[in-house]
């Protein structure tokens, strides 16, 4: 599993506001029965809120989807099954979220 892949969220009762969950964790990691995630939410399911440095909105071919950093969670490898792309091009903007979530800067 790849550091930043953007994978699908297949469970029917949460794909409708949480569409797709970035995987952020190391892969030296990669033996762990789980991975920590990011969920990702459309633009529009947010009213159009400014969510500044903590949630960049990102541009991907489906539209515009926001990263929810204060949502990160650990989830089962095992749900994480279609790798819809990588979001490799956007690390420091996500590490960013991620440091402004934990160490406020």
Do not use: W
Not at 9 to 34: C, H, K, T
């Amino acid at each position: 599993m790849s550091q930043f892949a953007l994978y699908r969220n297949e469970d029917d009762a949460s794909n409708r506001i949480y569409p797709f969950f970035i995987d952020v964790q190391n892969p030296l990691l990669g033996e762990l029965n789980s991975r920590l995630v990011i969920p990702l939410t459309s633009y529009g399911m947010l009213n159009h809120t400014d969510t500044k440095r903590l949630c960049p909105v990102f541009h991907l071919d489906g539209g515009d989807f926001v990263l929810l950093t204060h949502q990160m969670t650990s989830v089962p490898k095992s749900i994480l099954r279609t790798e819809v792309t990588s979001l490799e091009r956007f690390r420091y903007e996500i590490l960013a979220a991620i440091d402004l979530l934990i160490s406020g800067i």
